[in-house]
């Protein structure tokens, strides 16, 4: 019998708002990598999309002995496919473009790394708030 118990356990969940339009981000894909020690090497173990109400729920238990985290989001794919009804609602919110000197992709930030130390039996929920020209995450519940 394995002495992991759901309890010992340590998770990872996540979520995306765009807070240019106030809504979930739908669709981004993410990596989620493990590595123990910070000169350790990180190896991916897991990979999932936002659903409709930008959660990743499906994130695979760490193993044991994870320190540390990356989330890797791929959000250049998410700001192509909006970039037209993000544009026009940005604009209605405010008198500036929403992709202005984004470069030819239409992303500035064309991925996103989030990287954090953990500790065994821990859930970390890292919420990522996404807009065209910033981003900012924080340590939920």
Sequence with gaps: MSSDTAADQTSVSTHILDTSVGRPAEGVALTLSVRSGSDGAWAAHG???????GRCKDLPALPAGTTHVRLDFETEAYF?????????????????PAN???????????????????????????????NPFGYSVYRGS
Excluded: C, M, W
């Design 47 to 53: 990979a999932s999309k936002t659903d409709a109400d």
């Design 80 to 96: 192509v496919s909006n970039q037209q009804s993000t544009t026009k609602q940005a604009e209605a919110q405010q008198d500036a």
């Design 100 to 130: 202005r000197d984004s470069g030819a992709t239409g992303a500035f930030f064309p991925e996103v790394a989030i990287t954090f130390a953990v500790e065994p039996g821990e859930h970390y929920h890292v919420p990522l708030l996404l």
